[in-house]
């Protein structure tokens, strides 16, 4: 049984012998290669996601406190 190849980035299935004929393998295009380098090259986006604009008011207005 041959498992379904699929690209990492926007999981078209990709042909049964695309390691072979693929030049962009294991991704189904140039564009998606291109996207992956840029996630592992720019890691900060993930830190973006996480920050709570909530609790980064509550640590100004901490500081702010600390200074008087
Ligand atoms: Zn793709």
Same mark, same amino acid.
């Given at each position: 049984?041959?498992?379904?190849?699929? $690209?990492?980035? $926007?999981?078209?299935?990709?042909?049964?012998?695309?390691?072979?004929?693929?030049?962009?393998?294991?991704? $189904?295009?140039?564009? $998606?290669?291109?996207?992956?380098?840029?996630?592992?090259?720019?890691?900060?986006?993930?830190?973006?996601?996480?920050?709570?604009?909530?609790?980064?008011?509550?640590?100004?207005?901490?500081?702010?406190?600390?200074?008087?």
């Amino acid at each position: 049984m041959v498992r379904a190849t699929t $690209c990492g980035i $926007c999981n078209n299935v990709l042909p049964i012998d695309a390691a072979k004929t693929l030049r962009t393998f294991p991704f $189904c295009s140039e564009r $998606c290669q291109q996207i992956d380098l840029h996630r592992w090259m720019d890691g900060r986006y993930a830190i973006v996601e996480d920050a709570d604009p909530e609790e980064l008011l509550e640590q100004l207005h901490e500081e702010d406190e600390f200074d008087e």
